[in-house]
């Protein structure tokens, strides 16, 4: 087990180990996740103004963008580990201390982060499983076929991963466009609940009543809001890739399921 504690000195790390105390605002995922941000020294072994500050603008960006993936990356490591919950926490606590120390830094902006950070948790992962088959002195070691990303099996923890990963977004999304047109989100609500409690979608007439207007508008209102909420999931998917490259964003969509949503409002081309 790794003997660093976070908050040690000499780490990079502000030691939070309950994420819902760490911040939730957007950030660059790159720069989160790089190497500690330097400045030239005023002087040797002295820091500069300059230098502290780019390094706790860092520090900072890497706590919020942590949270982000707190949800999805918890769930793919328990359905991995199935039922040690222990082992869930260790690993977990693990990949806080490197994603705040910087030590995930090898990260490939050209490539989806996502798929990035699932393969950093079946390290880990196997880390984690390596150290307890030599702890009982087992002699064998036999890794679930779950952990070859080439596996056909794979898919129920990536699966797993993805689902929280994508209700993250669209939650985001929701929340962006309730700043932006409140009629919009009220009628995307009245879907939304409609759909989760196993109800029948609302009419015309419904959405009129709850937004005292006419059907006529009512259609023409709940038509704008869905192109609203499918342009606001781009968005925030563009955004948390980190690129407004169409292609990029297409395919993410593909792979979260949401492509078919969002086709209308993707740019041509």
Known sequence: MNSEKPGEEGTDSFGYRNLSEIPSERTRIVRAVGRPENTPPVAENADSESQRAARLAQRTERERQIKRYQSAGLAYVR????????????????????????????????????????EVLRNEVRGYLRERAREAKRGWEHLDTDFDPQDPEHHSASEEFDSHFRTGLLQRALNNLKDTEERFFLVLQMQIDAEQSGAKQPRSADIAAALNTTEENARAIRKRARDAYAAAIIAETAEWIGTSEIQRIRETLEDLGLLDYCQRALPKG
């Open 79 to 118: 359905s991995m580990l199935r039922a040690d919950q222990q082992g869930v926490t260790e690993v977990w606590d693990r990949i806080i201390l490197k994603w705040l120390e910087g030590r995930l830094s090898n990260y490939d902006r050209n490539f989806s982060f996502r798929v990035y950070f699932k």
